[in-house]
């Protein structure tokens, strides 16, 4: 008899009643946010809860939520995009209980999520927030193929520009601009009068040499800065004399010409000016270098 008493006891405390799981560790978050990824497989992701406790799910879609043993559950309340709950009050700490939402079938591929409902003993989870990316497979197939066909445009753009940068020097360039014509550039030089060698406002010019091609017209001028500060040239106009001003006249120059030094300072327009015009170049400072008398070849 004892023997046989303590085999059923044995017995008893191998087969008896179940014992509950241990507590999963399942983080307790507050708020948790789930974000669904097509990419992703089928996980059932892990929201803790606990008796007594209300966990509300809120969807950014309208969706239909089954609880697996819902009459079980203390309190369900549901809406169009989410369901609030308060789980089992017998539900033991470990035990999982299924969430299931499923879409509607103009929804994406993944048309449904599972949820593992982890009873707690300590914190639960007051408010799970799921979102969900909106664009199908073939949405997102379509999207990178449209983004590879784009990038392999761009880099096609790349190397042209790349081409036309390497071939944009001397000669070459100017014919594949089509500003070089069969008769070459033209030009014509130009040297200040005895009138014009004293420096006005501390600048004058030795030299003057004006170009004209298919395109644009330029100038090269060797300007002397016969002042105590530097002078950078800021902007430049050419003038007719009737006060007819040629439009888009770009300096070239951005360094500036120390005291008692001569630097080149280069400038070219688009147009053909005819005729005599006045070169007028100013600089930050305010002082100017007016050239009456210019002519273009």
Request: hydrophobic content about 40%.
């Given at each position: 008899?004892?023997?046989?008493?303590?085999?059923?006891?044995?017995?008893?405390?191998?087969?008896?009643?179940?014992?509950?799981?241990?507590?999963?560790?399942?983080?307790?978050?507050?708020?948790?946010?789930?974000?669904?990824?097509?990419?992703?497989?089928?996980?059932?992701?892990?929201?803790?809860?606990?008796?007594?406790?209300?966990?509300?799910?809120?969807?950014?879609?309208?969706?239909?939520?089954?609880?697996?043993?819902?009459?079980?559950?203390?309190?369900?309340?549901?809406?169009?995009?989410?369901?609030?709950?308060?789980?089992?009050?017998?539900?033991?700490?470990?035990?999982?209980?299924?969430?299931?939402?499923?879409?509607?079938?103009?929804?994406?591929?993944?048309?449904?999520?599972?949820?593992?409902?982890?009873?707690?003993?300590?914190?639960?989870t007051h408010q799970v927030e799921v979102f969900r990316d909106q664009r199908s497979r073939e949405a997102l197939l379509q999207e990178n193929a449209q983004e590879r066909a784009a990038n392999q445009?761009?880099?096609?753009?790349?190397?042209?520009?790349?081409?036309?940068?390497?071939?944009?020097?001397?000669?070459?360039?100017?014919?594949?601009?089509?500003?070089?014509?069969?008769?070459?550039?033209?030009?014509?030089?130009?040297?200040?009068?005895?009138?014009?060698?004293?420096?006005?406002?501390?600048?004058?010019?030795?030299?003057?040499?004006?170009?004209?091609?298919?395109?644009?017209?330029?100038?090269?001028?060797?300007?002397?800065?016969?002042?105590?500060?530097?002078?950078?040239?800021?902007?430049?106009?050419?003038?007719?004399?009737?006060?007819?001003?040629?439009?888009?006249?770009?300096?070239?120059?951005?360094?500036?010409?120390?005291?008692?030094?001569?630097?080149?300072?280069?400038?070219?327009?688009?147009?053909?000016?005819?005729?005599?015009?006045?070169?007028?170049?100013?600089?930050?400072?305010?002082?100017?270098?007016?050239?009456?008398?210019?002519?273009?070849?």
């Amino acid at each position: 008899m004892p023997t046989t008493a303590s085999a059923s006891l044995v017995a008893l405390l191998l087969h008896g009643s179940p014992v509950s799981a241990p507590p999963a560790a399942t983080p307790c978050e507050d708020i948790q946010r789930i974000e669904l990824s097509l990419s992703l497989g089928e996980v059932a992701h892990e929201v803790c809860v606990r008796p007594g406790i209300l966990t509300g799910f809120t969807f950014d879609a309208p969706v239909v939520v089954e609880l697996q043993d819902e009459v079980r559950f203390a309190e369900v309340m549901r809406g169009r995009s989410g369901i609030s709950f308060v789980p089992p009050p017998d539900m033991a700490p470990g035990e999982r209980l299924r969430l299931t939402a499923r879409w509607g079938g103009d929804g994406p591929s993944r048309q449904s999520v599972t949820f593992s409902l982890v009873a707690h003993s300590g914190r639960a989870t007051h408010q799970v927030e799921v979102f969900r990316d909106q664009r199908s497979r073939e949405a997102l197939l379509q999207e990178n193929a449209q983004e590879r066909a784009a990038n392999q445009q761009l880099r096609e753009q790349v190397q042209h520009l790349q081409v036309q940068l390497a071939q944009s020097g001397g000669l070459t360039g100017l014919l594949l601009s089509g500003a070089l014509g069969h008769r070459g550039i033209p030009t014509r030089q130009l040297r200040p009068g005895l009138d014009e060698q004293d420096p006005v406002e501390g600048l004058s010019f030795s030299l003057l040499v004006t170009y004209r091609s298919l395109l644009t017209v330029a100038a090269e001028v060797w300007v002397l800065n016969s002042g105590s500060e530097p002078w950078i040239p800021e902007g430049a106009s050419l003038v007719s004399p009737t006060g007819d001003a040629l439009e888009g006249v770009r300096v070239g120059q951005g360094e500036p010409i120390p005291p008692q030094q001569r630097q080149r300072v280069l400038l070219e327009a688009p147009g053909a000016p005819s005729g005599e015009v006045t070169l007028r170049l100013w600089g930050a400072d305010g002082r100017t270098l007016t050239i009456p008398k210019v002519t273009f070849p």
